[in-house]
């Protein structure tokens, strides 16, 4: 199991993102949360199989219909202490 933090930006807010990236990292059978930031950013912790979660990174580089992803800081992270895959609120 590999767990990473993410922080994406670019048009990440106000398209769905949290609720595609939901579903996606539930189908992978993925852990962890995903949650915007006040600064305009989308951060997530990821963690399962490394397949898996590498998949769900190659996903987040397209987003949703409507998302511009212009960058992904990705860092090795703990992971969740918490089974599943959330939508927290902004933080």
Known sequence: MIAK?????GRVQGVGFRDWMVTRARRLALAG???NR???TLEALVAGDAP???ELLRACRRGPP??????IVETFAEPPAEPGFV???TG
Do not use: F, P, Q, Y
């Open 5 to 9: 933090h993410l922080i994406l930006s």
């Open 33 to 35: 949360w995903v949650r």
């Open 38 to 40: 006040a600064d305009g």
């Open 52 to 54: 898996a979660v590498e």
């Open 66 to 71: 409507l998302a511009d992803v212009t960058d």
């Open 87 to 89: 939508k927290r609120a």
